[in-house]
């Protein structure tokens, strides 16, 4: 029997284990998850299988997943913020097909398990929660030294003094840290990490949380973790506040809000509607159709 | 033996429910997972390192608990206890030996100590507080010689190197990664 | 999982498969049989064997149909296949003496033990096109084969054939193989941390994409490099697969495997003993690809002498640069991944460059 239909998609089940890695896969990520989290912020090298879906597109969220998973779960897979994206859709359709008996969601609320990337979902997750970010570059030194095994000496020290020259070169050229997303964020007073490429905005919730938070990139093989209650603190100097994105108006002055909900503490994306107007809205969907029903319902 | 025919321990989806629990725990220092439901009147030592052991791993029974069978399951290859990834030991043994720690460079070579103790709530509390922990934690291990506390001490002197102990009765298990510090007893 | 009810995005995928699927089948041609993929594009067939890691002729030919004639995709299939296949046991490494060969030459003499087998090879053909190729059929076919098998007299040809290099070895220009008990690396179960020993240098480069690999041997050979290779030895054929008898462990044929090998004679250095020999490259993958084996043979050397100076003067030589760089898998998923929404990120960037603009505003006190 043929697993593959003509449509490029596997029949539900067929020929595959529950959660479509082995046994053995799914062993040895729960093992360095395991480690990831006894030592928060350290990147943990594991033997990243090939998914069917393409590197770069996720593959090391999801095989973080996929050995997360249970039929008792319930499952949001989100990009950018949305579960609507393309490559959330693609990514909760793979997990429908392998894993029969988890639930999926649009709810932030109502998930066990929230793949993401690009983004912290803006509601506060909770102790019962674990969030699986995808990750292109696990290590936030690869800027400043191209050898590995120099990076990972640098790592078990915690010498980062190449990583404070970069921001201060930034500083001198340009008045202001000009790392945008991907902002290195130190973990519990070690190990700086990558956070994966979230907005500014979102690294203040990795910050004494109640949820796990767990970063597997797929194409680089490394896990590493956030565990909850751990301190997380963006790297900057004492006299340079860490600033988020403000979404100000230039001329008025006032802060941007949804056009949809009205919110005015989202991350907003920004984009040219029909008549070229730019219009905001929250970057976060699940949040935005949470505030909407609760205005609906107020009426 | 086909997966329909493993016994319940062993079968995948009590080995995911197990992984989960224990990732709970490990993530926050103090709590006790309770594992009776899955542990098919099983040892919940056997099933910390059903979770995580095959044969690409290395242990070290120091309990002598482990049957022939238990494993044959597990398929690890045996070896000596400063050479293993995952070692099995008894609270109530002081240990003599000094385990994997782990290199600056990769830490996570530091071995996972899975120690049986008496009960995981009977004894005096320990004072838990770093990462996964809000403000402090109790743990309440009895049959837990304080041998092991000052030899953890050491072994975990210099982070990122040191070991990890999940600590198990018979029903329950706790873990202690190497960034908890741990007062009183 | 059950399916989430949803717009956008998921209907677009689904939109997208469907034309896929339709483009494919437009037209008045006959859809391809696997057959004729596997024997009449057998080149291709042999790349996405080699690329896609896992020797299953028939599943390579469906990756190529059904990721419409990409190569990259088409391997793509058999690498997430072969991540769903248990592992049920390992082989002993084999010798590639035991090769049934269909084609072997040396550039390094004129003739061999064994003679130069030329099998079949487009090398010394004419790169012209035979426009009566665009009109042929089944009846074309039969006359072509019967007039091959024909009154074809039985030749009595060895099926297996000696390694050039072992004269070499016997006058002692080239070293003597060193005998190893060590475990091979496994790329598929560890990743990479450098520096790796030569056998990961090897299954990497075994299954890394074959334009990426030539890339970077073409740099070596124009100058970025020293190696300077002659060709010692190229064949092609089957091997035995000897899989131990799971009772009695006796090893057993399982089957036979296409594979192409490549051993280059490169520069001469010392050896142990103080006598200056010549030094090897290796390149060996699965199907039927020369340019693949040749290449890898040359980066094979290139970083192994590298490795042995302790100096890297080329990207040919670095095994970072190399290794992590030729997984056509890989490298094809991230490529594509850029294609992503990537608005949240942008969003960051026009904010960091927003504050940027507006400091060096009030720095000047003129607008921009």
Redesign the interface.
């Known amino acids: 029997m043929h697993p593959v239909d003509t449509m490029g998609q596997t029949r539900e089940g067929a020929e595959y ?3 479509f890695l082995d ?2 896969a ?3 990520l ?11 912020g ?1 990147q ?2 594991y033997a990243s299988r090939e998914m069917p879906i393409a590197r770069g597109f996720g593959t090391g969220g999801m095989q973080l997943t996929l ?6 779960d319930t499952c949001k897979v989100i990009d950018q913020g949305a579960d609507d994206s393309v490559n959330a859709a693609n990514i909760r359709n793979f997990f429908a097909l392998t894993c029969p008996g988890v639930t999926g969601t649009l709810r932030t609320e109502a998930a066990s398990v929230i793949q993401t990337r690009h983004r912290i979902p803006e509601l506060p997750l909770r ?1 019962d929660q674990i969030l699986v970010f995808q990750v292109p570059y696990p290590d936030p030194l690869v800027v400043v030294e191209p050898n590995a ?1 120099k990076r ?2 640098m790592h ?2 915690a010498d980062y003094a190449r990583l404070w020259v970069k921001l201060y070169e930034d500083m001198v050229a340009f008045d202001e840290i000009t790392i945008s997303h991907r902002y290195p964020t130190r973990i ?1 007073g ?2 700086i990490i990558d956070p994966s490429p979230i907005p500014r905005f979102d690294v203040p919730k990795l910050h ?1 949380a109640e949820c ?1 938070y767990l970063f597997g990139a797929g194409r680089e093989k490394r896990i590493y ?1 956030v ?5 997380a603190i963006p790297i900057t100097f004492n006299d340079v506040a860490f600033a988020v994105e403000s979404f100000r108006d230039k001329t008025t002055g006032k802060r941007h809000v949804c056009r949809r909900c009205g919110a005015d503490d989202s991350f907003l994306d920004e984009f040219p509607d029909n008549d070229g107007a730019r219009v905001f809205q929250c970057s976060d969907a699940a949040y935005c159709d949470m505030r909407l029903e609760r205005l609906e319902a107020a009426e | 033996m086909s ?1 329909l025919e493993l016994p319940r321990l062993w079968r ?2 009590t ?3 197990l ?2 629990r ?3 725990v ?3 220092p103090g709590q006790t997972a309770d594992l009776s439901d899955l542990l098919d009147d099983r040892p919940a030592a056997l099933a910390a390192l059903a ?4 044969n ?2 290395m242990l070290a029974d120091l309990t002598g608990a482990l049957s022939d069978t238990d494993l044959a399951f597990l398929d690890v290859r045996t070896a000596p206890v400063e050479q293993v990834g995952f070692i099995l030991a008894r609270g109530a043994d002081a240990p003599r030996f000094t385990p994997r720690l782990g ?6 070579g530091g071995a ?1 100590i899975v120690v049986m103790v008496d009960s995981l709530t009977a004894g005096t509390p320990l004072t838990l507080t ?5 403000a402090q934690a109790l743990l309440s291990p009895s049959g837990l010689v304080p041998g092991w506390l000052d030899a953890r001490a050491g072994w975990c002197a210099d ?2 190197m040191g070991v ?1 102990l999940v600590l198990v009765d018979k029903t329950r298990l706790a ?1 202690l ?3 908890t510090k741990i007062k009183g007893a | 999982m059950a399916y989430v009810a949803i717009r956008g995005g998921a209907d677009a995928i689904k939109g997208s498969a469907r034309l896929m699927e339709a483009l494919r089948a437009m037209g008045s041609s006959a859809p391809l049989d696997l057959d004729q993929i596997e024997r009449q594009m057998p080149l291709l067939h042999s790349k996405v064997l080699s690329e896609g890691s896992l020797y299953h002729p028939r599943l390579a030919s469906l990756a190529l149909k059904q990721s419409l004639g990409d190569s990259l995709e088409a391997a793509f299939f058999l690498r997430a296949y072969r991540s769903t296949k248990p592992r049920l046991g390992e082989t002993a490494p084999h010798d590639t003496r035991s090769m049934r060969v269909v084609r072997r030459v040396s550039a390094a003499f004129k003739d061999i033990p064994g003679g130069q087998m030329l099998g079949a090879t487009p090398d010394y053909l004419h790169r012209l096109f035979r426009f009566e190729l665009m009109d042929e059929g089944p009846a074309q076919f039969d006359q072509i084969t019967r007039e091959w098998f024909g009154n074809r007299p039985k030749a009595e040809m060895p099926l297996t054939f000696p390694k050039v290099l072992d004269t070499l070895r016997a006058e002692g220009l080239l070293a003597p193989l060193a005998e190893s008990d060590d475990e091979p690396f496994d790329i598929t ?1 560890e990743p990479l941390i450098f520096p790796v020993p030569r056998s990961a240098q090897l299954a990497t480069m075994a299954r890394g994409e074959t334009g990426g690999l030539l890339a970077l041997a073409y740099s070596n050979m124009r100058g970025y490099g020293d190696v300077h290779p002659t060709v010692g030895e190229l064949r092609v054929g089957y091997v035995p697969v000897m899989v131990p008898h799971p009772v009695t462990g006796k090893p057993m044929e399982a089957g036979e495997v296409l594979v192409t090998e490549c051993e280059i004679v490169a520069m001469f250095e010392k050896s142990d003993d103080g006598a200056p020999v010549f030094t090897l490259g290796y390149g060996a993958c699965f199907g039927h690809n020369e340019v693949k084996a040749i290449a890898m043979s040359v980066l094979d050397r290139a970083i192994s002498v590298a490795t042995e100076k302790g100096r890297i003067s080329n990207p040919s030589e670095d095994p970072e640069f190399v290794l992590l760089h030729v997984d056509g898998i890989e490298s094809m998923g991230f490529c594509t991944h850029y294609k992503m929404p990537h608005y949240v990120t942008f969003q960051s960037d026009m904010d960091r460059l927003r504050a940027a603009r507006t400091k060096a505003e009030e720095a000047t006190d003129a607008p921009r």
């Open positions: 284990g529950f959660a046994e053995d799914k062993r040895e729960r093992r360095s998850i395991f480690k990831a989290v006894c030592i928060p350290h943990v090298p050995a997360l998973l249970g039929p008792d102790a095994a990972r000496r078990g020290r519990n070690h190990y004494q796990l973790a565990p909850p209650h751990t301190d | 997966v995948p989806e080995l995911q429910a992984f989960r224990i990732l709970d490990a993530a926050r979770t995580f052991c095959d690409t791993q290199t600056l460079d990769a830490p996570e996972t770093g990462p996964g922990i809000a982070f990122p990890d873990v990664p190497r960034t | 179960r």
